[in-house]
Each structure stands twice: as structure tokens, then as C-alpha cells.
């Protein structure tokens, strides 16, 4: 009997002294937790307390790279910290996105990335990260429509014109490109199946090199960027027949679609932010809410307008829509033409 009580009563006080061991434990770590938090969500609300790294997965100079040095020097006078741009060139953009993708998510490294965002998912068979599930897309900085430029000396003015000629040219047409797999190529693909003609796709090692061949006329036609054409277009060393976006260009207010001619056809190289995907949602709508002011500071809008970029406030979640209809519309021309890179 006594042993049962004794047993009793010892079980009643470990039980006790577990109690209350629990107890003050609790009560010792409920605070920190709560000043954990605290400290975190104030880290979160005072980002950027550093400066920021924003990869550009391209070299120095051509569209992605030159709406980044806009928008960012507008965010360092915002937010009082330094945006600091690296260019991380190479296999088309996938090196510095990989970069990117593996980083930690804390907001102080950005990736501003371009259509090939869209398409490399398609042109590369074994990539180690994803598009969809490693990133958190921000916002869209801008579009730049394409414009379908020849050389000079050839006999065309219009869509129309170009495709009589290039009917009437035995073998089809030769049409320049920046590269294999680059928007150029993938719309000189689409203008032949929209067109309903043979066009020859010549690779070259960049836009520039592509354009001083249009304009010797090695090559003579070819779709390009329509930032990095203005001046050519505007000296004559370049003669435009037509763009890829919408309605009229504010460079070229008297220069019509090619959609005028082949309904649906549209082309962008678009320029966007992203984050790590995982990076805290207070920190994505702060950079999001600051790209949105720069989109609409005169400054920034009105040097835009010169290199024919068309941009306005959007959302993250209008941004991901964005992507996706980018990522259906190039994958499948990617597949159509069996274009393939990795």
C-alpha cells in the first residue's frame, strides 16, 4: 500500500516538475520568439539597409542592360542605398540566372532578365533551377516592339512588298539574326509560317553584327531591336517596313504593325525584375511599389519614349500572367521550328 502510494505520489511530482519545467520554458522562450519576429519583420520593413546586387544576365550594352541603368539609378535615389549592376553573360542568359535562382531570398539580389526568360525553358533541355518554381516574378519594367528592317537599296516598302519578293526569289529569303534561339530568330520563324514563306535563317554573333550586314546588304532583311535601330532607321542606313507591336511606335508615329498585314503576329523584347523565389512577401511589394514609381518619374518615362520602350505600372501578380503568355507563345514556335540548344 505504501508502495503504491509512494509510487503515486512520486509520479503526481514528476508530473508536477515536468509542469512546470514546461511552464518555464515557455515562459522563457515565448518573449524571444516574439522579439525574433519582431526583429525580423523590422529587418523585412527597413529593406534596403545595404546595398543591392542586380544581375544582368547579359553583357554591357544591349536592351536588358540599358532599362536596367534607368530604373536603377532611379531606385538608388529612392531608397538611398545603391543598386549595383553585374552583367553575368553567357549561354544565354542562363548563367546569371542560375546565380540568381540559388541565391538567398533576402531581397539584396535581383535578377533583371529579358524575353529570353521566356523562351530558354524551351531551347535548353537540362537546366539546374526552374522558371516557374525558382523565381518570384516583380514587375515589368517595359516592351520594345522589334522593327522589320532591310536593306536600303532593296525594292520594298511594305509587308506586303516583302512577301511578293520573297515568293518570287528562288529559294526564299535570307533573314539575319542575333543569334540562335533569340526573339530575332524565333520572329523571322514566325514570319515565315505566318507569311506563308521560305525564309533562311542567318545566325549572327549579336544585333550589331547582324545590322552592319543589313546595312552592306550580305544579308538583307532583318528584325530589329527597336531601341538599338533608332538611329540607323533615322540616318538611312536602315529603311523600316513595319514593328511588332501594337498601334503606332512614339519614335516612328507613321510606321504600321506587322499585325496590320498578318493578324496576331506580335513580338517584344520585354525587360522584368525578379526574386529568389521565397524572398518575404513585404520586401517583393516594396520593390515593387518603388519600380512602379520610377515607371511613371518624367525622367525615366521621357528617355524611355526616345528608345521607343512602352511601359506602365503593373502588379506582380499581372506580371506572372504576363510570363505565362510569353512562355506559351515562344514554346511553341520553339517547337514548330524544332529550335534546339541544349
Known amino acids: 500500500m505504501a508502495k503504491a502510494d509512494n509510487t503515486g505520489n512520486n509520479t503526481r511530482g514528476n508530473a508536477g516538475n515536468l509542469s512546470r519545467r514546461a511552464l518555464l520554458v515557455t515562459m522563457a522562450t515565448a518573449p524571444l520568439g516574439g522579439r525574433a519576429a519582431a526583429q525580423t519583420s523590422q529587418t523585412q520593413t527597413n529593406w534596403p539597409d545595404r546595398p543591392v546586387r542586380v544581375t544582368v544576365p547579359y553583357p554591357p550594352g544591349g536592351g536588358a542592360d540599358t532599362t536596367a541603368r534607368i530604373i536603377y539609378a532611379n531606385l538608388s535615389e529612392q531608397f538611398g542605398q545603391q543598386f549595383a549592376i553585374e552583367n553575368r553573360g553567357g549561354a544565354g542568359g542562363t548563367i546569371g540566372e542560375a546565380v540568381v535562382a540559388k541565391s538567398a531570398p533576402d531581397g539584396y539580389m535581383l535578377l533583371h532578365d529579358a524575353t529570353a526568360f521566356s523562351v530558354n525553358g524551351s531551347l535548353y533541355g537540362d537546366l539546374p533551377f526552374d522558371y516557374r518554381k525558382d523565381f518570384d516574378p516583380v514587375a515589368l519594367v517595359g516592351e520594345v516592339a522589334n522593327i522589320f528592317v532591310v536593306t536600303p537599296s532593296v525594292p520594298v516598302s511594305t509587308v506586303a512588298d516583302v512577301i511578293a519578293y520573297a515568293k518570287a526569289a528562288p529559294g526564299g529569303i535570307d533573314m539575319a539574326s542575333s543569334g540562335n534561339g533569340t526573339l530575332q530568330h524565333l520572329l523571322l520563324e514566325l514570319f515565315g509560317r505566318s507569311a506563308g514563306i521560305k525564309v533562311n535563317h542567318v545566325p549572327y554573333r549579336g544585333g550589331g ?134
Request: proline share 7%; glycine share 10%; charged share 20%.
Open 209 to 342: 553584327l547582324a545590322m552592319n550586314d543589313v546595312m552592306a546588304g550580305q544579308v538583307k532583311f532583318y528584325f530589329a531591336n527597336g531601341s538599338a535601330a533608332v538611329g540607323l532607321i533615322k540616318g538611312g542606313r536602315l529603311k523600316a517596313i513595319a514593328h511588332t507591336g501594337k498601334g503606332r511606335l512614339a519614335g516612328f508615329p507613321d510606321l504600321p504593325a506587322m499585325s496590320d498585314t498578318l493578324p496576331g503576329f506580335e513580338g517584344y523584347d520585354w525587360n522584368g525584375v525578379f526574386l529568389p523565389h521565397g524572398t518575404p512577401a513585404p520586401i517583393l511589394a516594396k520593390l515593387s511599389a518603388g519600380i512602379n514609381k520610377a515607371l511613371i518619374a518624367p525622367q525615366v518615362r521621357e528617355r524611355f519614349a526616345e528608345l521607343n520602350i512602352e511601359s506602365h505600372p503593373n502588379t506582380p501578380d499581372e506580371f506572372r500572367a504576363y510570363l505565362e503568355s510569353q512562355m506559351q507563345l515562344w514554346s511553341r514556335v520553339v517547337k514548330e521550328a524544332n529550335i534546339k540548344l541544349g
